[in-house]
């Protein structure tokens, strides 16, 4: 008869990896970067869950309620992700590709 290990899997969380401003920032950029619009949206919910979901809402000035309905959808408003960038103290700043 063989011997089963049993083996405990946790759902993985990025937002518990996001410990301070600067990794925030490197994850955003990167992902802007690399990723689609969808992914982007969806990294700027794991941060905002990685900050709080109200404290971001709050220094956002928009209800947790529309937050939540922001960053689950495929189309945001720019202004209201300025607004969520801003909260977060994240610029965005264009600059010129390179090849």
């Known amino acids: 008869m ?4 049993n ?3 946790t759902d993985f969380d990025a937002a518990e990896f996001l ?7 490197l994850y955003l950029a990167e992902t802007l970067k690399n990723g689609n ?3 982007f949206i969806q990294a700027l919910n794991t941060v905002a869950r990685a900050k709080g979901m109200n404290d ?3 220094k956002a000035g928009i209800a947790r309620e ?3 309905q922001t960053l689950s959808s495929n189309k ?4 209201t992700v300025r607004k ?3 909260a977060l103290n994240i610029d965005l700043i264009p600059t010129v590709k390179t090849a």
């Open 84 to 86: 969520i960038l801003n």
């Open 66 to 68: 529309s937050l939540y």
């Open 2 to 5: 063989s011997e089963q290990n």
């Open 56 to 58: 971001i809402a709050k």
């Open 37 to 39: 619009d969808e992914e």
């Open 7 to 9: 083996i405990e899997v």
């Open 76 to 79: 945001p408003r720019f202004e």
């Open 19 to 25: 410990e301070n401003d600067e990794l925030i920032a």
